[in-house]
């Protein structure tokens, strides 16, 4: 107990669906408190703040670094899961995490500060460092604004279309967000727009395409070709970021129309220890890269925006409320510790999976009635709920088979699948095999690796050397445009059954 003397600061500490109740004094770091409290927390940088790892999400402010936070009033705190924090061990065996290696020397200040983006369809994540020791002093995560004008990219490239200022608009609810997280940044660290001197920049070519106010019409339409997919460098200025104004901001190189500069870098910051691998991307829409050897295959698959809670009928994002894992109809966790308002992607794959086992669904998908899950707030899941998660799974699982069946490899001859972004940290992996995302053959070699497109962008600004794999990468992937492959309206046929299929070496 601390003396009466000692500011007294009360934290509140939710971890795997429990509450726990501390005391501490002002001035200690929470990464201490936590360890002092025997509570255990990822930080295999020893708290340095170099790794970005030890992250844990303040209510009201958001994820933030255990290290580099010091409470001075009484917060609530919310610690990863099991599953979190197992996915940050494989960020740290799979991903990269280089020293600071900038060649550049000629910052305006003395006191120069670094942001790594991701920007994604549905969600946006940044890491601000400290450009003269490479420590990361923050983090920080939001939903995509740009949200509210459609759940995939090509409703939004739609909305430019329709809209005089559909464009405008597009860019400026994004570049709002961001400036709004630098805003919050400065304050907390006691430095100046100006402070911020370097900005890198990965996502898919679309998202890059709206922050900089570049028309995206070309990538909805046949033959699919985007206004630019190299690497380009504007300043702070030019897009009005709360920046340095002559801050060097840099979009990272993409492959295709459909797979973007989060996939090459996510690609880029993988340190495989196998020769031929899955990577697999699942959002909005789903990357998919097949390695062979020195080459890679890539494509994308229009999955729709039905893992991210879009087109659900009580889907939702992962946020407080969600149904997140589902084990049986009294047992399920929800983000928050509180009552059901919905449910998340990772949470219909644990409902259809129990309802497949339960006979509730059968092979073809049939549901005669709605699955009641929580009466008070209706939070159910319908028959048109698992016709959307047959047409999402098949387009995922029918681009795994077109990528192999080109690359002549079989399931034998994959040594692993690293299933990247956020929506790969939740899922169970049982599930999805149970519904038919993933083969269940390369069951055991399956690893989820977390942010790769934000740990290789945040790799990219600490790191110059890291554009030698960025270019590796580009020079060695193949895209394929699934829509002019001949067998894949036949295989997207097959794959909407959620009866298992057995496959022969091609």
Known sequence: MLTRDATVINITIIANGKSSAVETAAGLSLLDILRTNNYTVYAPCGGKGTCGKCNVDVKGE??????????????????????????????????????LHLGLSNYSGLRPYGAAIDIGTTSVVIYF??????????????????GIYGADVITRITYCQSRKEGLRELQQTIIRGINAELDTFARKEKITSDDLERIIVAGNTTMLHLLLGVDPLSIGLAPFKPKFTDRQEITGRTIGLHTHPDADVITLPCISAYVGADIVAGLAALKAPVRNYLFLDIGTNGEIALVKGETIFTCAAAAGPAFEGANITCGMGAVSGAISVFTGEDDYTVIGNTAPTGICGSGIFDIVAYLLDHDVVDETGLMHDTFLIHQQNNVRVTQQDIREIQLAKSAIYSGIRILMNIAELSYDGIDALYLAGGFGNYINIDSAIR??????????????????????????????????????????ARYIELSYEDDFPMEFALNMSFSERTFDAP
């Open 129 to 146: 460092v400290n450009l003269l020791t490479g420590q990361i002093k923050g983090v920080a995560a939001f939903l995509n604004p740009q």
């Open 435 to 476: 519904i038919g995302l993933l083969p269940r053959e390369l069951k055991g070699k399956m690893f989820p690796i977390g942010n790769s497109a934000g740990i290789g962008a945040l790799q990219a600004l600490r790191s110059d050397a890291f554009e030698k794999k960025i270019d590796n990468v580009l020079g060695r």
């Open 62 to 99: 958001g994820i933030t670094l255990a290290c580099t936070y010091y409470p001075d009033r009484d917060i609530d705190l919310y610690l990863p899961g099991k599953n979190e924090a197992a996915i940050l061990t494989s960020q740290t065996e799979f991903l990269e995490d280089l020293p």
